[in-house]
């Protein structure tokens, strides 16, 4: 493969669209098959053989707005529907050509409430444009320009350098530069390094990887293999999650295609360049989230995290040097390298560059993902894109970094997103994933369901983390039932100190950060739990309120 | 005397252990092929019972103390075989604050079972997923694998009971 014969790809790719006048794209993510999309692909297919329009119809990824699924595209028009049933086919396609299907079915609107204005799409660029199974539309797209051009123009060294200018970010929640890892790992010598792209999306409220991997997959892969060839990799690894079987078959389906024109296996591109990459399936386990645990979890161990240093970058998987990243991070690898570091460093803030996906879930009219500039507002994310709390409810928080970050009230919305902003507010830019709450959401309840759920996940290697992510529980347990005095307060405010600033992890270092921003901005919800016996958001129900406090002695 | 002389045999004719060596095979009988292997001893039986273990522990050379270690830490491997239908709640965030902890205690008081049970009759085990990934639609619910958003307690009794009473 050479810079010509991609081209001759694309241009095959190009002519294969020319065929057709109009394209109706189908969304096959799992939000929309759940309301089965594949019926109103199969409908609009049958509908579209016999219209005499020319038309394509295909099944894409994730289009981004999960509530308003099935979601339908029309292009080159992109006039996007909602809520697509089987029997809305006719007016889908009868309006190709014409005005929206709207005049024909006001039930499709085509507007969708602005979800899509003000975003800005660099990893969702092909979300629900091409077909996650097709490698030939991803090339299409301009997909593979980059591998190619990093192989055959450029060094690794320039390659790392274009990453640093971007001022590209790890996506998994640390935000450690990117570039500044790649250049660790390319430093260190070994016989053998590997690349690891972490899958394993376990925050709870978050699917952006899921979204990319089942939308996009070439763009993962792309990326993987840049960076192997920057570092000096040959073996690659993408841990998934189990509980994604899609995202894993269309991942599968997408290793072989790659391998079959010829961008994963030996001699890429007509270099000395031998990559390839295996898929691993992770297990449940939130840990594995965490780099050292993954990769005991790749050498078929339990998922326990260990000191560092040595970083993995220096002593690995199997004590090889190992690059390892987010799957949002390598799917921001391609446009990078085909557009240049400073395009991207011209997207963002000062210190967070480019754009970021976000899950945007819970309290809120239109739930599903968005891709906006970094240093966008919360409010503007929230209200103007995602439409703002549902049945008339009143806003109360916002809660970002699954269960690392924080909950950020109204007097937060303001804030521009960005890693160090977050991280002053007491919360965290994490994963993405970003869960509005209304009045009838109990904080206090909040942060021990995040508790709960750290201490489920706990792996149990060290002790703060096991035996005070417990206690923690109990005491907000204990808040919640009302049973609770002041001095329960203190000792909860004491072990999460002591949790965060002793456990071997970032599970351990970050579990108390619920708890910490919800006592910063809610504390006022604590005391009426404890002095009032009461919550204001009636979610907790207390056994009884009149119960005399009862002292336990142990003996 | 070469190595594959010291692999225990298939533990009985089953069709299955041939793909479950598979699995080994394709990956050198290599250690580090423990959790992929048990996958497809999972995805082929539905559960982990002891012999499978034992038999994987062994053909792997890894020590069953391991092999249960890892089997037990995480939480997609089940020791216990599942009922004829399974019914998966997700308590991720998103579904926690749209009402998932409502419908896991409407599930629990209609088949009479705590999170990770199968009914006395084996019809229907329930337990509750961390997240499936699906929080646009939240709240989700599994039922036999199939994915079901927006749920509402009155559809998943319905569906329950369409279940239970069969």
Same mark, same amino acid.
């Given at each position: ?14 002519? /294969? ?27 609009? /297919? ?154 394993? /999306?376990?925050?709870p409220g ?52 790659? &391998? ?29 989230? /965490? ?16 000191? &560092? ?53 819970g309290k ?14 919360? &409010? ?11 049945d008339?409810r009143k806003?109360k928080a916002?809660q970002?970094?699954?269960p690392?970050?924080g909950c950020?009230p ?25 869960i509005v709450m209304d009045d009838t959401s109990c904080m206090v309840s909040v942060a021990r369901f995040f508790m709960e759920f750290c201490m489920t996940e706990s ?6 983390c096991r035996a005070g992510t417990v206690q923690m529980h109990e005491l907000l347990s204990k808040i919640c039932r009302g049973e609770a005095t002041h001095r329960d307060l203190d000792r909860l405010t004491e072990l999460c100190e002591v949790v ?11 579990a108390p950060n619920p708890v910490l921003s919800t006592l910063r901005y809610f504390k006022h919800e604590y005391l009426a739990h404890i002095d009032e016996k009461r919550c204001p958001a009636g979610v907790c129900e207390f056994s009884s309120t009149e119960k005399p406090v009862t002292a336990e002695v142990h003996a | ?86 019914c998966t709640i997700c308590t991720g965030t998103a579904c926690y604050i749209k009402g998932s902890e409502k419908l896991v205690a409407e599930t629990e008081k209609l088949l009479h079972i705590k999170v990770g049970q199968?009914t ?6 329930f337990t509750t997923a961390r997240c ?6 939240a709240p989700?619910a ?9 749920m509402e307690a009155a559809?998943l009794k319905?569906?329950l ?6």
């Amino acid at each position: 493969m050479n810079q010509e014969e991609l081209q001759q790809i694309a241009a095959a790719a190009h002519e /294969e669209r020319e065929k057709f006048d109009y394209e109706v794209n189908v969304c096959m993510g799992t939000g929309c098959l759940s309301q089965h999309s594949d019926q109103v692909k199969a409908a609009i /297919e049958k509908e579209a053989a016999g219209c005499g329009k020319r038309c394509h119809v295909r099944r894409t990824g994730c289009m981004g707005l999960c509530a308003a699924g099935p979601l339908v595209l029309v292009e080159p028009t992109e006039t996007r529907y909602g809520h697509v049933h089987a029997a809305d086919a006719p007016a889908i396609i009868a309006s190709l050509g014409g005005e929206d299907a709207s005049k024909l079915n006001p039930r499709l609107d085509p507007h969708l409430g602005g979800y899509f204005a003000g975003q800005k799409h660099v990893v969702l660029e092909n979300s629900g444009h091409i077909d996650p199974e097709k490698i030939d539309e991803y090339i299409g797209r301009g997909g593979y320009e980059a591998l190619v051009k990093a192989l055959t123009d450029m060094n690794p060294a320039s390659v790392i350098e274009q990453i640093m200018k971007s001022g590209l970010r790890g996506r998994g929640g640390g935000g450690y530069p990117t570039g500044l890892k790649w250049d660790m790992v390319s430093k260190v010598k070994g016989p053998q390094k590997y690349v690891i792209c972490n899958g394993d /999306e376990g925050d709870p409220g978050a699917f952006m990887d899921r979204s990319v991997l089942e939308s996009d997959p070439q763009r993962v892969i792309e990326g993987m293999a840049i960076a192997a060839y920057a570092i000096g990799a040959t073996k690659g690894y993408l841990y998934v999650r189990a509980e994604y079987p899609l995202a894993v078959q269309r991942l599968t389906v997408a290793l072989r295609e790659a &391998r079959r024109r010829g961008f994963l296996g030996n001699g890429i591109c007509e270099t000395t360049f031998n990559f390839d990459i295996d898929i691993r399936l992770g297990a449940g386990a939130f840990v594995c989230g /965490e780099e050292t645990a993954l990769i005991a979890s790749i050498e078929g161990k339990r998922g326990t995290p260990r000191p &560092r240093p040595p970083y993995p970058a220096v002593s690995g998987l199997w004590g090889a040097p190992t690059l390892i990243n987010n799957v949002e991070t390598f799917a921001n690898v391609a446009p990078i390298i085909r557009n240049g570091g400073e395009w991207f460093s011209g997207m963002g803030t000062d210190r967070s560059k480019g754009t970021k996906v976000f899950a945007l879930t819970g309290k809120i009219q239109r739930t599903g993902l968005v891709e906006v500039p970094m240093g966008m507002t919360l &409010r503007h994310i929230i209200f103007d894109i995602g439409g703002g709390v549902p049945d008339g409810r009143k806003f109360k928080a916002v809660q970002t970094g699954g269960p690392s970050g924080g909950c950020l009230p109204e007097e937060h919305l303001d804030l521009s997103i960005s890693y160090d902003a977050l991280i002053s507010a007491g919360s965290m830019m994490g994963s993405g994933g970003m869960i509005v709450m209304d009045d009838t959401s109990c904080m206090v309840s909040v942060a021990r369901f995040f508790m709960e759920f750290c201490m489920t996940e706990s792996c149990g290697k060290c002790v703060p983390c096991r035996a005070g992510t417990v206690q923690m529980h109990e005491l907000l347990s204990k808040i919640c039932r009302g049973e609770a005095t002041h001095r329960d307060l203190d000792r909860l405010t004491e072990l999460c100190e002591v949790v965060g600033a002793t456990s071997l992890c970032g599970l351990g270092q970050t579990a108390p950060n619920p708890v910490l921003s919800t006592l910063r901005y809610f504390k006022h919800e604590y005391l009426a739990h404890i002095d009032e016996k009461r919550c204001p958001a009636g979610v907790c129900e207390f056994s009884s309120t009149e119960k005399p406090v009862t002292a336990e002695v142990h003996a | 005397m070469p190595l594959y002389a010291e692999r225990p045999p298939l533990p009985s004719d089953d069709k299955r252990w041939r793909i479950v060596n598979g699995t080994m095979r394709k990956h050198g009988y290599s250690r580090n092929a423990l959790i992929e292997t048990l996958h497809t001893v999972q995805s082929s039986f539905g559960f982990l019972d002891v012999p499978a273990i034992k038999f994987v522990a062994n053909s792997l050379r890894v020590p069953l103390s391991q092999a249960y270690g890892v089997v037990t830490f995480y939480h997609f491997f089940s020791l216990k075989p599942p009922g004829r239908h399974t019914c998966t709640i997700c308590t991720g965030t998103a579904c926690y604050i749209k009402g998932s902890e409502k419908l896991v205690a409407e599930t629990e008081k209609l088949l009479h079972i705590k999170v990770g049970q199968t009914t006395p009759d084996g019809e229907v085990s329930f337990t509750t997923a961390r997240c499936v990934g699906a929080c646009g639609r939240a709240p989700v619910a599994l039922l036999d694998g199939e994915l079901s958003g927006q749920m509402e307690a009155a559809e998943l009794k319905t569906q329950l009971e369409r279940w239970t009473t069969q």
